[in-house]
Nanobody, 121 residues
Framework: QVQLVESGGGLVQAGGSLRLSCAAS????????MGWFRQAPGKEREFVTS????????YYADSVKGRFTISRDNAKNTVYLQMNSLKPEDTALYYC??????????????WGQGTQVTVSS
């Protein structure tokens, strides 16, 4: 069992930056592929980014490529999402996820409660 707690959301102006953090419980953090999803009001939840267990491989949705960066610190059981050049369309509830070995990245095993990001124009 993995518990995920996100933090770092808030209100920011367009063009600004935010860094989200996700702290994971347990001693097996390094065994999970970590990711971020988001859900905007009235829209379906969508994949944003993921990072493999070692941190050596990352994937991004086209909509955030070049603006967002995912990273992880396995010693701190934490994954980060640095978001730059934010746009109003990035406004959403952002969820941290964890996927075990063999689990499809886009269907993670565990979800956090989410942290709200609001970008004003």
């Amino acid at each position: 069992q993995v518990q995920l707690v996100e933090s770092g959301g808030g209100l920011v102006q367009a063009g600004g930056s935010l860094r989200l953090s996700c702290a994971a419980s347990g001693r097996t953090f390094g065994m999970y592929t970590m990711g971020w999803f988001r859900q905007a009001p009235g829209k379906e939840r969508e994949f944003v980014t993921s990072i493999n267990r070692s941190g050596g491989s990352t994937y991004y949705a086209d909509s955030v490529k070049g603006r967002f960066t995912i990273s992880r610190d396995n010693a701190k059981n934490t994954v980060y999402l640095q978001m730059n050049s934010l746009k109003p369309e990035d406004t959403a509830l952002y969820y941290c996820t964890a996927s075990g070995l063999g689990t499809p990245i886009r269907r993670p095993d565990y979800w956090g409660q989410g942290t709200q990001v609001t970008v004003s124009s």
